[in-house]
């Protein structure tokens, strides 16, 4: 009797090994702290899942400065990205490459591959770059359409109070450029600045003129700029460089796992301008969890079953 449960006992240890080596490995997946982030992560989270993979869920893991360590440091193995950060990541920010979306995603590959062994799968034909947002009341009594509108209307003494997170307050990319570019410059008590890069919130305040907010940090994808009633004001001198959405995941990881790319670069192909603000807008500004709104978007487009 002994021998016989001894056998047992063996074969339910070698069975337990068998599945424990079929089964796929932990991913760790991060997130920046905004809508987009929770969106692109969740959709991450959930193609794995689905997959087979095992998934740590650690989105809305901080600021870029925050995710971008961790990727580099092995915390998390993936998270969505933005393109044009690559002129940041590598000192090029007086580099006409980032203009183009096709050129910019070609660069920072090969960066990131070269210096961290990162690798960035195909990103999402969206440009979510940095913009100013101001009400459309304000827009049309004083006429800004454009940065070069607004930026008139700073030096001729006019009221602005600005909202945005301390990357766009402080990122050589973002609102130093603007102001370099156009010829303006706000001083500190003429700024909120927030420490997590939530639109959202930036963009309610300027709607709602909370604390005097009567501009705001948004982004090109955004979904409730004209619900909310505000205007993008236009970059005519193209200071922006192109941001694309796309997963970025450790080489070793990649490398281990091929099937990843296969996995996620349908899904990030499929996310265009319209649809990322249209999936952004029921997160924002109708209560969704973004879980929810990605499960949504995945099934009914056929990536999940």
Same mark, same amino acid.
């Given at each position: 009797?002994?021998?016989?449960?001894?056998?047992?006992? $063996?074969? #339910?240890?070698?069975?337990?090994?068998?599945?424990?080596?079929?089964?796929?490995?932990?991913? %760790?997946?991060?997130?920046?702290?905004?809508?987009?982030?929770?969106? +692109?992560?969740?959709? $991450?989270?959930?193609?794995?899942?689905?997959?087979?993979?095992?998934?740590?869920?650690?989105?809305?893991?901080?600021? %870029?400065?925050?995710?971008?360590?961790?990727?580099?440091?092995?915390?998390?193995?993936?998270?969505?990205?933005?393109?044009?950060?690559?002129?940041?990541?590598?000192?090029? %920010?007086?580099?006409?490459?980032?203009?183009?979306?096709?050129?910019?995603?070609?660069? #920072?590959? *090969?960066?990131?591959?070269?210096?961290?062994?990162? @690798?960035?799968?195909?990103?999402?034909?969206?440009?979510?770059?940095?913009?100013?947002?101001?009400?459309?009341?304000?827009?049309?009594?004083?006429?800004?359409?454009?940065?070069?509108?607004?930026?008139?209307? @700073?030096?001729?003494?006019?009221? #602005?109070?600005?909202?945005?997170?301390?990357?766009? @307050?402080?990122?050589?990319?973002?609102?130093?450029?603007?102001?370099?570019?156009?010829?303006?410059?706000?001083?500190?008590?003429?700024?909120?600045?927030?420490?997590?890069?939530?639109?959202? *919130?930036?963009?309610?305040?300027?709607?709602?003129? %909370?604390?005097?907010?009567?501009?705001?940090?948004?982004?090109?994808?955004?979904?409730?700029?004209?619900?909310?009633?505000?205007?993008?004001?236009?970059?005519?001198?193209?200071?922006?460089?192109?941001?694309?959405?796309?997963?970025?995941?450790?080489?070793?990881?990649?490398?281990?796992?091929?099937?990843?790319?296969?996995?996620?670069?349908?899904?990030?192909?499929?996310?265009?301008?319209?649809?990322?603000?249209?999936?952004?807008?029921?997160?924002?500004?109708?209560?969704?969890?973004?879980?929810? #709104?990605?499960?949504?978007?995945?099934?009914?487009?056929?990536? +999940?079953?």
């Amino acid at each position: 009797m002994k021998k016989a449960l001894t056998m047992v006992a $063996i074969l #339910v240890l070698m069975l337990a090994l068998i599945v424990a080596g079929c089964a796929k490995p932990g991913i %760790t997946v991060g997130s920046k702290i905004d809508t987009e982030g929770a969106l +692109l992560s969740q959709m $991450i989270i959930l193609m794995l899942e689905a997959n087979g993979f095992n998934v740590i869920d650690k989105s809305g893991t901080g600021p %870029t400065q925050v995710v971008r360590k961790a990727v580099l440091s092995g915390e998390i193995d993936i998270y969505p990205e933005y393109t044009g950060n690559g002129a940041f990541f590598f000192d090029e %920010t007086e580099s006409d490459v980032w203009n183009d979306a096709q050129k910019g995603w070609e660069r #920072v590959r *090969q960066l990131d591959m070269e210096a961290n062994n990162i @690798v960035w799968l195909q990103p999402a034909p969206a440009n979510n770059t940095w913009a100013i947002a101001i009400p459309k009341e304000l827009s049309e009594k004083e006429g800004i359409r454009s940065l070069d509108d607004f930026a008139a209307y @700073v030096n001729r003494g006019g009221y #602005v109070k600005l909202i945005g997170s301390e990357e766009f @307050v402080t990122s050589p990319v973002a609102l130093p450029a603007f102001q370099e570019a156009y010829g303006f410059t706000l001083s500190q008590d003429q700024l909120i600045t927030l420490s997590g890069g939530n639109t959202a *919130q930036t963009e309610k305040a300027a709607a709602e003129g %909370t604390d005097g907010v009567n501009a705001a940090m948004a982004y090109g994808t955004d979904g409730g700029l004209a619900a909310l009633g505000l205007v993008v004001l236009s970059d005519p001198r193209g200071v922006q460089p192109v941001y694309e959405p796309a997963p970025i995941v450790r080489g070793e990881v990649l490398e281990k796992n091929p099937e990843i790319a296969d996995i996620l670069n349908p899904v990030f192909a499929s996310l265009d301008l319209e649809t990322l603000q249209t999936l952004n807008a029921k997160i924002a500004f109708e209560g969704q969890a973004a879980a929810d #709104v990605a499960r949504e978007y995945l099934t009914a487009n056929g990536f +999940l079953k």
